[in-house]
């Protein structure tokens, strides 16, 4: 069982307003140590000729690092991404973006986790996949 819940996250993030510039995400599952989130598709923040924005991408993995570090001790507004790695796999084009956080480890300073998105109804075409470190708060 985990410290949080998705309704609580998203409560949480929606007390701090669009502080991503990216539009819609919400955290809509939490297993064990798999984070789901969704960017909801918004067809004026795509760039020319469809595709959804590296940038956005980037966010999407970026907030299921964040609520990586929430897994154990709640939400944890000053954990900072320590670093991240993302490669593009393919275009994101027609659809909302899926991003489907691991956490594999949990230091005791930093969380490891990747992130793997995809266009909602196509879990077996990854879009981009990211490799995300968390450092936890002192």
Known sequence: MTAVTPEEINTFLGEQGDFVNSGAITVEDIVGETVTVRWKYDENLLRPGGY???????????????????????????????DLHITFMRPAIGGDVIGVGRRIKRGRKLIYGDVTMHIDGNPDKPVAHATVTYALPS
């Open 52 to 82: 959804i924005a590296g940038p956005t991408l980037f966010t999407v993995a970026d907030l299921c690092g964040w609520v990586m570090t929430f897994l154990d001790g709640g939400i944890t507004p000053m954990a900072v991404t320590w």
